[in-house]
């Protein structure tokens, strides 16, 4: 068997699946190990950003593009999206989402730890090939792979060695309440 780093996922439809791959990552600093994040469909707006730009060995690179998960009441409103439709944007999406992969590819030697944040979801949209993400595991080298997202589909489920699926028992978005900030984004 080919030496390689582990696989490991984060999914389900619970809250936290982004904070466990950060703590591993952490774990991992405290080793003296480097990590990578990669943030699919999120802008670089996020509080982890803020904090992982300020922390050595621990590199950030968020791809997305602003709106992502604007509902679709605003989406509406978009004048590009009236002149452009729909397609534009997920063709767009679609670019940002093979470079993340491509980013990763090309810096699996340079780093111990790979975090592929919400790739689980980029495929849920079909953003990218489920093929493409396959071959990324099947080729990573030494580095650790952790993906997070909801709809991990199965055949990255059965090639993890590890799987972590949270569950939502119950959430303050269903009464109506905001994401807070530094707790939710």
Do not use: W
Not at 95 to 100: H, K, M, Q, T
Not at 116 to 126: G, K, R
């Amino acid at each position: 068997m080919v030496n390689r780093g582990h696989i490991y996922v984060f999914t389900g439809r619970g809250k936290g699946k982004t904070t466990a791959a950060l703590g591993v990552g952490l774990r991992a600093l405290g080793a003296d190990k480097k990590v990578l994040m990669i943030q699919f469909l999120k802008p670089g707006d996020s509080s982890e950003r803020e904090v992982i730009k300020k922390i050595n060995n621990f590199d950030i690179k968020s791809l997305g593009r602003e709106g992502f998960f604007l509902p679709k009441s605003k989406l509406e409103k978009n004048p590009e999206l009236k002149e452009k439709g729909i397609e534009a944007f997920k063709e767009k999406d679609k670019e940002i989402v093979l470079e993340g992969l491509e980013v990763a590819k090309k810096k699996s030697s340079d780093y111990d730890i790979i975090i592929l944040d919400e790739i689980n979801l980029a495929l849920h949209y079909d953003l990218i090939e489920e093929g493409k993400v396959l071959n990324l595991l099947d080729n990573i080298g030494e580095a650790h792979l952790i993906l997070t997202g909801r709809y991990c589909p199965d055949s990255i489920i059965n090639k993890a060695d590890l799987v972590t699926k949270t569950e939502e028992i119950k959430h303050y978005y269903n009464k109506g309440h905001k994401p807070i900030k530094g707790i939710d984004l």
